[in-house]
């Protein structure tokens, strides 16, 4: 998993209430009531899961099935970029920044030995202690696409 600024910056679970403390009327907040990290939630989802910054596209966290879809080995460090053509790239960050929220968008994707997949993406936007990060989910459809 690439280090970042982005994992560094998350709370730290310890400086959370308890879950036994009770929150009254408010939601408990990500790190309680049994989750040990905010990252806990993205390392546990069954899809490829991706956060990136989007001024200079460094992958902040990358779950384990994203690493085997685009065969990143942990700890290497990456761009999202890397993994979308170049003008398709260029309209999804415009999109981005424009409804900071895409869903379901096939395209061709670009592994990292240089292979090219085909997947559907949905990403979202949002902000943390400042900068703009983007969370993206995948799904390849390389295979399906094959046997139609």
Do not use: K
Not at 54 to 80: K, T
Not at 107 to 120: A, F, T
Request: net charge negative; hydrophobic share 40%.
């Amino acid at each position: 998993m690439p280090s970042s600024d982005f994992a560094a910056n998350l709370p730290d679970p310890a400086s959370r209430p308890r879950a036994d403390e009770g929150l009254g009327d408010e939601l408990a907040p990500c790190g309680v009531g049994g989750f040990e990290h905010p990252l806990c939630l993205l390392e546990a989802m069954p899809v490829p899961m991706v956060v990136a910054r989007i001024a200079d596209c460094r992958v902040g966290y990358a779950n384990e099935h994203f690493q085997q879809m685009f065969g990143v080995e942990p700890g290497q460090s990456c761009r999202i970029d890397d993994y979308f053509d170049p003008v398709a790239w260029q309209v999804i960050q415009q999109a981005l920044l424009q409804y900071r929220f895409l869903p379901n968008y096939e395209l061709h994707l670009r592994r990292q030995d240089g292979q090219r997949i085909c997947g559907v993406v949905s990403l979202q936007l949002f902000e943390q202690e400042g900068d703009a990060w983007i969370l993206g989910i995948f799904y390849d459809t390389t295979y399906p696409r094959a046997i139609e």
